[in-house]
């Protein structure tokens, strides 16, 4: 007698297939109840552990953030809108577990799109801007904050031309009425203002070690400068220390530093860096080349060292001696 089929397939065949199944179905419930789940925050819960992990890894000392809402995205994202406390606002994202964060979105399309149109344009080459303004001695004026990575990025460019131009021109280095990364950069402050006020000969050498690792007292060792007097005598004049401890005269998260204050208003200094050559605002690559044709531009009749031939590669941002991956130019801390 042949053997029964069940729904058209062997008996043996079709126990084998519902073994198969039930076995399935059995590892699916045991992944299910025995594998940890996932715990996802409350919007309330990311909120507070988001802006702590900011303020405590991100922020510069005495400078914080507030998250003003949050809300579901996409996935398991939440959205975040943080204020950064310079009247600046931006959407970030945050798992909803907690573990990634992500501080800003970028539209790769638009980035790409407007490279393109940059390779198109320019070919590769750097704006130099020409200085409207001549004088058989130029002012070169250059506003700094000294921790702010842009600020430090345009020291490093301009030294070379500075140092090639010697006293043709009138080089003064100033600094942006607030400061943004904290004690510490009202304190490098003060110390290169002393440094310029009273060591002028020695500022290039010892900007130009500071830039290297931001290692002060190093620097000032190694050139054999002593500021110290200066420094406590120009803390007091201006009320630094003073109006950061007791929050005077603050712009939102920031401190004022109100040595320059009256050249910062006279050109309405917005950020670091800020370079002015005879009295106009000027906006230029951070190589020493373009800083150096630039600079020459604002001559009536340009010197001969004008004709040097200095690097066409930007430095890169913040300390160290390496290059710009991009170009940075108009990048600034404000």
């Known amino acids: 007698m042949p053997k029964q089929k069940i729904i058209g397939l062997p008996r043996k065949t079709f126990f084998a297939a519902l073994g ?23 919007p309330e819960q990311a909120r507070i552990q988001t802006e702590n992990y900011i303020n405590e890894n991100l922020m510069p000392s005495g400078s914080k ?78 506003f700094i904050m000294t921790y702010c990575p842009y600020g430090t990025q345009m020291q490093k460019g301009i030294l070379p031309a500075v140092e090639a131009l010697g006293n043709k021109i009138d080089f003064r280095l100033k600094f942006v009425n607030y400061a943004m990364h904290g004690e510490k950069e009202l304190q490098e402050n003060l110390v290169q203002y002393c440094v310029q006020k009273q060591e002028p000969k020695k500022l290039n050498a010892y900007l130009n070690c500071f830039l290297k690792e931001g290692k002060s007292a190093d620097c000032l060792t190694e050139n054999k400068i002593n500021v110290s007097s200066c420094v406590t005598k120009s803390d007091k004049e201006f009320k630094v220390t003073e109006n950061f401890t007791n929050k005077v005269g603050w712009q939102g998260s920031f401190p004022p530093f109100d040595v320059d204050k009256n050249d910062n208003e006279k050109y309405g200094v917005q950020g670091s860096p800020t370079l002015i050559i005879n009295g106009e605002e000027i906006s230029t690559s951070r190589d020493s080349q373009s800083l150096l044709s630039t600079i020459c ?38």
């Open 297 to 334: 531009s604002a001559f009536e009749n340009a010197p001969d060292a004008c004709q040097e031939k200095l690097s066409t590669t930007a430095p890169a941002p913040g300390f160290g001696t390496g290059a710009a991956s991009s170009d940075s130019s108009g990048a600034q801390c404000n």
């Open 65 to 142: 953030v507030k998250i003003d809402s949050v809300q579901e995205y996409k996935g398991d994202l939440y959205q975040m809108k943080i204020d950064l406390g310079n009247g600046q606002k931006i959407d970030s994202y945050v798992s909803r577990d907690g573990k990634k964060f992500f501080p800003q979105s970028m539209d790769m399309k638009a980035v790409s799109d407007e490279n393109a149109s940059t390779e198109n344009t320019d070919q590769g080459s750097a704006p130099v801007s020409e200085v409207t303004k001549k004088n058989s001695k130029p002012v070169v004026e250059l």
């Open 20 to 42: 198969g199944v039930i076995l399935v179905i059995l590892v699916a419930i045991l992944l299910t109840v025995f594998l940890p789940k996932t715990k996802q925050l409350s």
